[in-house]
T-cell receptor, first 109, second 120 residues
Framework: DAKTTQPNSMESNEEEPVHLPCNHS???????IHWYRQLPSQGPEYVIH???SNVNNRMASLAIAEDRKSSTLILHRATLRDAAVYYC??????????FGTGTLLAVQP | GAVVSQHPSWVICKSGTSVKIECRSL??????MFWYRQFPKQSLMLMAT?????????EQGVEKDKFLINHASLTLSTLTVTSAHPEDSSFYIC????????????????FGPGTRLTVT
């Protein structure tokens, strides 16, 4: 499974957009890009995933670079409940997810 | 959406005893489940893949005789920590993937709420 690189932490203000970057330069052609988040003392929560095209859902948008070596998770309007550790992962057919260190997002009121 | 539950949510046990943690998929069948462990301030570490009807697949460095996994049905996987010691104290989390679509697309994974194990 490809390794990903994310900033250790980021800060945002409430109701402002947040762009969380992720590098996955060794991603294989069939690997999906997955984003999960984890609140303290809880199991991770699915956010979004994609393969090549940009994806949108009710939680976020995923912008995938044309060469697929990086992606950006976009929270359009951060709320205090979005404060969490965000994990970017790439995964193949086995569905096995290997978690990296993630990005700790702090949201200021 | 689909729900994965874990039982118990927390447990305290004495050193040398064994503890069983259950992971259930509540409204879908899961032929595969994953077990993770998370220490404070750290990321999740994949321990093993639980396969219904066959042996679990353990990640490198995880002792299969210490962490017994049984996937008895399509909705239940159990992790037994045998002869637990204080260093086994951790947050144990299971997950189950959504079945792939007919086109083979990857789905999302559903994580349980976790089980906090404290060994005294």
């Amino acid at each position: 499974d490809a390794k990903t690189t994310q900033p250790n932490s980021m800060e945002s203000n409430e109701e402002e957009p947040v762009h969380l970057p992720c590098n996955h330069s060794t991603i294989s052609g069939t690997d999906y890009i997955h984003w999960y988040r984890q609140l303290p003392s809880q199991g991770p929560e699915y956010v979004i995933h994609g393969l090549t095209s940009n994806v949108n859902n009710r939680m976020a948008s995923l912008a995938i670079a044309e060469d697929r070596k990086s992606s950006t998770l976009i929270l359009h309007r951060a709320t205090l409940r979005d404060a969490a550790v965000y994990y970017c992962m790439t995964g193949g057919a086995t569905n096995k997810l290997i978690f990296g260190t993630g990005t700790l997002l702090a949201v200021q009121p | 959406g689909a729900v994965v539950s874990q039982h118990p949510s927390w447990v305290i046990c004495k050193s040398g005893t064994s503890v069983k943690i259950e992971c259930r998929s509540l409204d879908f069948q899961a032929t595969t489940m994953f077990w993770y462990r998370q220490f404070p301030k750290q990321s999740l570490m994949l321990m093993a893949t639980s396969n219904e009807g066959s042996k679990a697949t353990y990640e490198q460095g995880v002792e299969k005789d210490k962490f017994l996994i049984n996937h008895a049905s399509l909705t239940l996987s159990t992790l037994t920590v045998t002869s637990a010691h204080p260093e086994d104290s951790s947050f144990y989390i299971c997950s189950a993937p959504e079945r792939r679509t007919s086109s083979g697309k990857a789905g999302e994974q559903y994580f349980g709420p976790g089980t906090r194990l404290t060994v005294t």
